[in-house]
């Protein structure tokens, strides 16, 4: 099957730029709905984090990982926080997408981190905030309900034929915190 892959970068102040991979089959445009999900949590970030949802975009062949074409679809553009006050970089929280799919005996999952979140997204032990969980949640169901998107498990090697892709069904928020850094040295 054919999916647009649709990588959300993201601008980050200390930390960098990072992105965020989503999935869709190739005829869904997810943009619109994935600028709704930035949006939606967007006062959790700072002013330096900012998000770009492209309006383009490489189609891939999930079952080889190649890139077989380009998409274009909605413009939804940049997306900036407005959380304000102190924030640690690279500290955050993540949202697990779930699907039905099971690859060589494991369900097959994706994540997306949510980070750096501005301190007030904190509890006083150091949990993720009641109500930031709750907003973060919905807006991840908000998110899976349309319908849109997919993860993708890569081919096991290099040339192998073997990639799939199975469609989001399920989101959950865990009150985890998590922390990023770069790969560099």
């Known amino acids: 099957m054919a999916l647009r892959r649709v990588p959300v970068t993201w601008t980050t102040g200390p930390g960098g730029i990072g992105v965020s991979v989503f999935y869709s089959p190739f005829?869904?445009?997810?943009?619109?709905?994935l600028g709704a999900f930035f949006n939606s949590i967007k006062a959790f970030f700072p002013a330096a984090v900012s998000w770009n949802?492209?309006?383009?975009?490489?189609?891939?062949?999930?079952?080889?990982g190649l890139i077989t074409?380009?998409?274009?679809?909605?413009?939804?553009?940049?997306?900036?926080?407005?959380?304000?006050?102190?924030?640690?970089?690279?500290?955050g929280c993540y949202v697990r997408w779930q699907t039905a799919g099971i690859v060589a005996g494991r369900r097959v999952k994706g994540r997306t981190f949510l980070a750096p979140?501005?301190?007030?997204?904190?509890?006083?032990d150091g949990t993720i905030l009641d109500a930031t969980l709750a907003t973060i949640n919905a807006a991840a169901v908000t998110l899976v309900g349309f319908g849109k998107t997919s993860i993708w498990h890569r081919p096991s090697a290099k040339g192998?034929?073997?990639g799939v892709s199975f469609p989001v069904i399920g989101s959950t928020g865990p009150d985890k915190v998590t922390s990023l850094r770069s790969r560099r040295v």
């Open 27 to 33: 005829g869904t445009d997810a943009t619109v709905e």
């Open 53 to 64: 949802v492209p309006s383009s975009g490489d189609v891939v062949d999930d079952v080889t």
């Open 69 to 91: 074409g380009a998409w274009t679809g909605g413009t939804t553009g940049s997306i900036v926080g407005t959380g304000s006050g102190a924030y640690a970089a690279g500290t």
């Open 117 to 124: 979140m501005i301190g007030n997204s904190y509890q006083s």
């Open 160 to 162: 192998a034929n073997d």
